[in-house]
């Protein structure tokens, strides 16, 4: 089975901290995501990575920035946590070709900036 | 660009009833079509997918869906709903060519004993 792991389920942080969220696939997949789920907003992209040390933007890079030094290895940054960056983040992964379809979850992280 | 509307946020039917969740979306191209499933505080999981073939297509837990080309939908449908069918269900498309997904909203499914 597929398993992608996330650092944490629940995160508490004050404004302007610097926050890292780590996810952690063991299917040797080339692509990574990260997303964040509102309620009424669905699933919106935020970085995805389809190798090391590569990244691209997806719809709402705005106050993140990731990392990828490791293909299993995909890590949110923010850089000065914001109220409005309160929010669950799901990281995912994929392979390439035919194995490119199926994105596999992590369980998400839930973040509160206070 | 690509998108995706889910024009429900919820859905209610009784148990023992078929159940429907709509879904259109718009893609340049051939599009390739997901629903999941995600259940309270877990991660989202993979239901059924189109790429092509056969309009109709099944996947997990007895759901199907059905490609509509001309109508550009893509409804999940079961015939007889559980109630342990309660969950959130995301509809998502993607271009051919590209690897990344725009999702829907999402409907909440609720099924009554």
């Known amino acids: 089975d597929v398993k992608v792991t996330q650092s944490s389920r629940y995160l508490v942080k004050r404004t302007g901290e610097k926050v890292f969220l780590e996810c952690v696939q063991d299917m040797d997949h080339e692509n990574m995501f990260w997303y964040r789920q509102d309620p009424g907003l669905g699933l919106r992209l935020i970085y995805f990575?389809?190798?090391?040390?590569?990244?691209e933007k997806g719809d709402i890079p705005e106050g993140y920035s990731v990392s990828r030094e490791k293909k299993e290895r995909f890590s949110l940054i923010l850089e000065s946590a914001s109220t409005n960056q309160t929010s669950m983040y799901l990281c995912a992964s994929s392979g390439t070709g035919l194995r490119s379809y199926e994105q596999y979850f992590g369980p998400g992280t839930r973040l509160t900036v206070t | 660009a690509q998108s995706v509307a889910q024009p429900e946020d919820q859905v209610n039917v009784a148990e023992g009833n078929p159940l429907t969740v709509k879904c259109t979306y718009s893609v340049s191209g051939n599009p390739y079509l997901f629903w999941y499933v995600q259940y309270p505080n877990r991660g989202l999981q993979f239901l059924l997918k189109y790429i092509t073939g056969d309009n109709l297509v099944k996947g997990s837990y007895g759901f199907e869906a059905e490609f509509n080309k001309s109508q550009t939908s893509f409804h999940l449908k079961k015939p007889s709903a559980l109630v342990s069918d309660s969950a959130l269900y995301f509809c998502a498309v993607r271009a051919s060519g590209y690897s990344t997904l725009t999702f829907g909203k999402g409907t909440m499914l609720l099924v009554s004993p």
């Open positions: 990575s389809y190798d090391v040390k590569m990244k």
